[in-house]
């Protein structure tokens, strides 16, 4: 930056006789003058440091006239802008909301996902508080420590921030299929109980047929294979070979449940009558005016407008409608029972019932008591069953 630029300048104007003499006489004395103009023969404009102002003067003595014209340079900007209220508080509010908007997360992103998806990720860093529009202080240390227990398929995860941008980085782990030992002789055994369905034989012997019930530890496929020897006797114990069973079994499982609805309903009913309200939420800070003012038990509430802002700082405005609920008992519709008798049935198979297996049949059957329906599901399932079990030598 030039000198000029920053040093405290006053702009002056000499009147008088043989001006030349007074700017040769302070030239000597090391006082410099800057853009000289010459405006007649009696006036003369020219810059000089504020400092060298009295000195002048005292030169000037009453032969000249010294009139300050003009002040700039970076002292008097500064104090220029400093006299002027509206701009100091603009300057001010102006920093504030700088500063307040790099408190909060103003996005995240996230990095090193395969099969993840990156809405599962952010939906679990949600649950967790950890969204956009929450404060930077937030306990990061604590996220990395609770993402393990919401996503249990990676390994290590790390966040920086890069001004109000997070970046969520995650390392998946491997999925490592072990081998199969073979090496010893072992029999496949039911792990469940069901009726046969398929098997398929690599290696040992089928001990049961298509339709045979098994329980929980039967053989269904024998490592104890029989030899066929027509050249010489031998013993019984020479005429068995140890192998380790292969194959492919599938059984048909069968799954009872039993569980109980209600048999009546409360069917929400509205009166006509109406409040409306507003919600403004700021940060972490929240007024609702529907916690003043609801005159009434049950309300149903629907959002009309809504704002949201995320700079200067998180804001949300919403302005809804308040309208009154009245409840009233109904006996509920079969389609409703069956409606959700089938979700319920879906979930059960969903915590129960392995990937792989496929559904041959359902049967749903309720009946109506005083105040709850009794429903019994039986399942018809199609699964992979067998596990290996060593022979004892």
């Not at 040769?24 to 003369?44: E, G, H, K, P």
């Not at 003012?293 to 700082?313: C, D, G, H, M, Y």
């Not at 006996?331 to 979700?343: F, G, K, P, S, Y």
Request: aromatic letters at 8%.
């Amino acid at each position: 930056m030039n000198e000029w630029n920053v040093r405290d300048l006053k702009k002056i104007r000499i009147e008088g006789f043989q001006i030349h003499k007074l700017i040769s006489l302070c030239t000597d004395q090391n006082i410099s003058f800057r853009r000289i103009q010459v405006i007649d023969d009696c006036s003369v404009d020219a810059v000089i440091s504020a400092p060298d102002l009295e000195l002048i003067r005292h030169f000037a003595g009453n032969r000249f006239r010294i009139t300050v014209t003009g002040e700039f340079g970076l002292k008097h900007a500064i104090c220029s802008y400093l006299s002027r209220t509206a701009t100091c508080v603009g300057l001010i509010c102006f920093c504030l909301i700088l500063y307040v908007q790099s408190c909060y997360i103003s996005e995240i992103r996230i990095t090193g996902c395969e099969r993840l998806t990156e809405a599962e990720v952010l939906a679990a860093l949600d649950r967790l508080g950890f969204r956009v529009g929450a404060l930077k202080s937030y306990d990061v240390s604590d996220v990395k420590t609770r993402i393990f227990h919401e996503l249990d398929s990676i390994t290590w995860v790390g966040i920086n921030f890069e001004g109000t941008m997070a970046k969520v980085e995650i390392l998946e782990g491997s999925r490592v299929h072990p081998l199969e030992d073979t090496s010893f002789p072992a029999d496949i055994v039911s792990d469940k109980e069901g009726y046969l369905e398929q098997v398929i034989v690599k290696e040992g012997v089928a001990v049961k047929e298509r339709g045979d019930y098994f329980a929980s530890g039967d053989v269904l496929i024998s490592g104890t294979v029989p030899i066929t020897d027509k050249t010489y006797q031998r013993d019984e114990s020479e005429l068995i070979r140890y192998v380790h069973a292969q194959g492919t079994v599938k059984g048909r499982i069968l799954y009872r449940w039993t569980w109980f609805q209600p048999r009546y309903s409360v069917v929400r009913e509205t009166t006509g009558r109406k409040i409306p309200g507003m919600s403004i939420c700021i940060g972490s800070w929240n007024f609702d005016s529907g916690n003043l003012i609801q005159p009434w038990e049950t309300a149903n509430r629907s959002v009309r407008k809504e704002w949201n802002f995320l700079r200067p700082v998180p804001v949300k405005v919403q302005i809804y409608l308040n309208e009154e609920i009245q409840q009233i008992r109904a006996e509920r519709e079969e389609e409703e029972i069956t409606t959700l008798a089938e979700q319920q049935i879906r979930s059960k198979i969903k915590e129960n019932l392995p990937k792989d297996a496929q559904i041959i049949k359902k049967d749903l059957s309720f009946s109506k008591k005083e105040n709850i329906i009794e429903l019994n599901v039986l399942v018809h399932s199609l699964e992979s069953v067998g596990i290996d079990q060593p022979i004892p030598q």
